[in-house]
């Protein structure tokens, strides 16, 4: 089965693959100037990689979880993926993301903390369906 994970931002989409359940690899951020340009290139990325599935981050059991589900949902929407949708609690993913960058950059807004965050959802995800 091969992954591909979204960390949906407003500015960023950070995005990770992995077709093996041990190997993460992070990829290109992409940058979001509109909902339907970020749409069309993240499409671009799953169907570049052959997801068979995504896995979504969600911030699961706050008071913004339904919001950003319906979000969400929308974008996935306007993606028409056909494969499989999966949601991932993405709590404190991008501060991992940072810790696990600190002292490579100093706030650099190129994505890669996006992708990192992208990356750890999916690991968690992995983590998560390899031990039921």
Do not use: C
Request: net charge positive; glycine share 6%.
């Amino acid at each position: 089965m091969k992954y591909i994970a979204i960390d949906l931002g407003l500015k960023r989409i950070g995005l990770a693959y992995s077709a093996h359940k041990d190997l993460v690899t992070p990829l290109k951020a992409v940058e979001r100037k509109n909902r339907d340009q970020a749409a069309r290139d993240v499409k671009k990325v799953l169907d570049e990689w052959e997801a068979d599935a995504v896995v979504v981050g969600i911030p699961m059991g706050g008071s913004s979880e339904d919001e950003m589900r319906r979000r969400v949902a929308h974008f996935m929407n306007l993606l028409d993926f056909k494969g499989e949708i999966f949601y991932q609690d993405e709590s404190n993913s991008s501060k991992e993301a940072e810790a696990m960058m600190r002292g490579e950059i100093k706030q650099i807004r190129d994505g890669r903390i996006d992708s990192i965050s992208a990356m750890i959802i999916l690991q968690r995800f992995l983590a998560k369906i390899k031990s039921v």
